[in-house]
């Protein structure tokens, strides 16, 4: 069938169930035993353009969904990636739909459907979106944005579906993965002399995430995900070097205040009583929840022992950058007068660095240039713990 059939056949229908007859067409054209054609691609991409984001009529002019519309794309998108039983035919579509697209009006629908994903535990919307993460990169702008939507939705307030948020690392493993690395690129970082910490909220179901599931940060390393025919696959970063610079700057950059109940309140049966009393867990301030976090990727470090191959999951580098952020708190307290081995904060960052640090090479998790890594932080300020890590490494290269 030729692009004005099809263009004629759409046109039968008024949105949206031209989008959803879409779909079905958009599937026809690139599931196939080989790759699709050029020409394949452009009908594609035509039809997606013309009857699902609607962002051209039939004269060429631009117009675009309004919002009632928009939620009725979301709602179709939902139930056909919801009975979309084959994992390549739903990436396929899916990267046919968002992907390679700098489009805010589709990448403003596709945070949308994530946000809705998120708060139903739709499985296999997420699991979707976690491949579209890794294929645009964690850290490409397009992904930073959809997360940074996503945070909003979820994160800065105290939601009623916390819970569900928390169950996601075992419903979309690879989802979650993938959202903790583009995470840790967004917060401990400096703008413009202000640190941008992650909200408290955040925290607490990232460290709850990390800290119960020793293998969630190699999830997208381990399970591949299934590619339509052709596709280059993007290399799996793992969030494990991201949570380090977290864990590792917390002490030097986190004034620490005691967060709000965090956790839920638990009944609590007291033996020989005719009565059930409320008992609150105790809540964790922030400084206790890094350590938490630093505990739980100590822990994935051991789990991400490769028994074969290279090692995947910490590139030295971006463990060397976390050198010059140490040394210019250092220098601030030379200028300041105070003597680096009697700063308490800065001995916590150089132990949870020497930490982090030996339990990854010592599982042969870190990939790169070894001895550059060893000779970064070797510029670091006295610290015992991690002289005697550098030291013995550098005699093992």
Known sequence: MSLSDLKHTLRKHEFPICARE???????????????????????????????????????????????????????????????????????????????????????????????????????????????????????????????????????????????????????????ANFITAVTELYMIDVQGVKKLPPNNLLEVITLWVYSNPTLCMSAQLNPASLPAGAIPMAAVTPLAGLIHWCALAPIYVQDECLEEVLPLKKIKIENENHSTFKCNKSLCTSELYIKLHLGVLQSLRAGRRTHGPPTAVNGQHLAALSPLVQSYAHQLVKRGIKLQNDSKLQDCLDRIGQAVQVALANGCVYGNISNLLAALDTLPENKLLRIIIKKHQQSI
């Open 22 to 176: 879409a779909l079905i067409k958009i599937e026809q054209l690139l599931i196939g035993r080989s790759a699709p054609n050029s020409k394949q691609l452009d009908i594609a991409m035509d039809i997606t353009s013309e009857f699902i984001f609607c962002e051209a009529d039939r004269r060429g002019s631009r117009r675009g969904l309004n919002s009632l519309q928009e939620l009725q794309l979301i709602d179709i998108l939902c139930d056909y990636l919801s009975a979309c039983t084959n994992e390549t035919t739903k990436n396929t579509i899916f990267l046919s739909l968002f992907g390679s697209t700098e489009s805010h009006k589709r990448l403003k629908i596709l945070s949308t459907l994530a946000s809705m994903a998120m708060s139903a535990s739709c499985t296999s919307v997420l699991l979707a979106v976690g491949v579209w993460l890794q294929q645009m990169g964690c850290s490409s702008p397009q992904s930073l944005q959809l997360v940074e939507n996503l945070i909003k939705d979820h994160f800065f307030l105290n939601t009623s579906n916390q819970n569900t948020l928390k169950s996601l690392a075992t419903t979309a493993p690879k989802f979650v």
